[in-house]
Every structure is written in structure tokens, then in C-alpha cells.
């Protein structure tokens, strides 16, 4: 899968909370509805091999998709926990006109110890489920 089909519909380019933050590459903003959750775990697994870290960002209702995928990280031995960091953003609703205060979250997460054998192990069972198919 090409790079430019996995980082469709994912915005790397945010600034932070209107501080005009130099733009990070390794960040993933997590929508609850616009991908399917091991999308962004995927992602995330390549943004760690690339960059050796990752930051996870997400606003309101999406804060529990990016905690479920820190999780699977965590506890299949992929990331380690670096950095929680919670606040609050102004965000113009759209419907009344008006600023709401809306929750966000950012998780940043590092390169297990094991992070490349897993990565290693899963292409070999990746190559191996494609041998597999190539002969029958």
C-alpha cells in the first residue's frame, strides 16, 4: 500500500491550541468516524518505524477511540507511553454561532524494546499468509 493512500483523510499539519507550534509530522488526528479504528493503529505502527515515536491527538467524542488505540499498542508490546497531555479548545459551533469549550488529547507514545521484532514477526507472517495463497 502506497504511503500516499495510508495518510489519506489524515491531517498531520495542525497547529496547537493557536501557538503557532512548528507543524509535526508524527501526529495522528483521530476522527471516530472516519476510519476504521485498526486504520489508525496501522498508521501508527508506521509513523513509530519512521519516526520512533508518535503522537496521537483528539477532540471530544474521539478521545476514547485514541485511548483504545494507545491501548492495543501498549498491550500488544508495540508503543510505550510517553506523554498524556489533556486541555480544552474554543471551537466556533457551527449550528448556534457561538465558541464551545471542547476536551482534546494527545498521547505520545514511543518505540517499544520489542517494537522492531514484533514488526519483523508480523511481515513474516505476512509473507508467509501471501506463499500460502500464491499456491493454492
Avoid: C, H, W
Avoid at 92 to 112: F, H, N
Wanted: glycine fraction near 8%; proline fraction near 1%.
Amino acid at each position: 500500500m502506497a504511503m500516499e493512500q495510508i495518510t489519506e483523510g489524515v491531517s498531520s499539519i495542525a497547529l496547537n491550541g493557536g501557538g503557532g507550534e512548528a507543524v509535526k509530522k508524527n501526529r495522528i488526528q483521530v476522527s471516530n468516524t472516519k476510519k476504521p479504528l485498526f486504520f489508525y493503529v496501522n498508521l501508527a505502527k508506521r509513523y513509530m518505524q519512521q519516526y520512533n515515536e508518535v503522537e496521537l491527538s483528539a477532540l471530544g467524542m474521539a478521545i476514547a477511540t485514541v485511548v483504545t488505540i494507545a491501548e492495543i499498542l501498549k498491550n500488544n508490546g508495540f508503543a510505550a507511553e510517553k506523554k498524556i497531555t489533556t486541555s480544552t479548545v474554543g471551537i466556533k459551533d457551527e449550528s448556534r454561532g457561538r465558541p464551545v469549550q471542547k476536551a482534546k488529547i494527545e498521547i505520545l507514545l514511543g518505540k517499544s524494546e520489542k517494537f522492531d521484532e514484533l514488526m519483523a514477526a508480523a511481515a513474516e507472517q505476512a509473507d508467509a499468509g501471501a506463499t500460502e495463497e500464491e499456491q493454492s
